[in-house]
């Protein structure tokens, strides 16, 4: 079960990064509240919240490139396994625009999996 305390928190500290113009605090609390979500096993919720995320965020946020991998993951959990390789790829070419290696073998060891096992990708980056 969702605790519905600890995601009012969640969501009062992404706010709070939003509203500082903080990027990569921004992307720490969207990644946070995922967390929060798939762990309440509401895949589709944690989908939609990185879907706006991603539209809401300036192209210019670096860690961008996270929320793409999770959203891919989640993708990839919820069976959508052309969509989860087209975001993972979207993924890879954020953290590769971010100068990011982390990121870059990340997406790369995503794409990997995706093409191996197919929706048993892990959800988080």
Do not use: F, N
């Not at 605790?3 to 500290?13: G, K, Y």
């Not at 959203?71 to 993924?91: F, I, K, N, P, V």
């Amino acid at each position: 079960d969702l605790d519905t305390t600890e995601l009012a928190q969640i969501r009062l500290t992404l706010a709070d990064a939003l509203a500082a113009g903080s990027g990569d605090a921004v992307v720490a609390s969207y990644l946070e509240l995922v967390h929060a979500l798939v762990d309440a096993h509401q895949l589709v919720a944690a989908a939609t919240e990185l879907e706006y995320a991603l539209l809401r965020l300036p192209r210019s946020t670096l860690a961008m490139w996270r929320l793409q991998l999770c959203l891919a993951g989640l993708y990839s959990g919820l069976g959508d396994l052309e969509r989860a390789r087209r975001t993972a790829q979207l993924g890879h070419d954020l953290a590769r625009g971010a100068a990011s290696a982390l990121g870059q073998q990340r997406a790369k060891e995503l794409m990997a999996r995706l093409s191996r096992h197919g929706p048993k990708a892990s959800l988080l980056p």
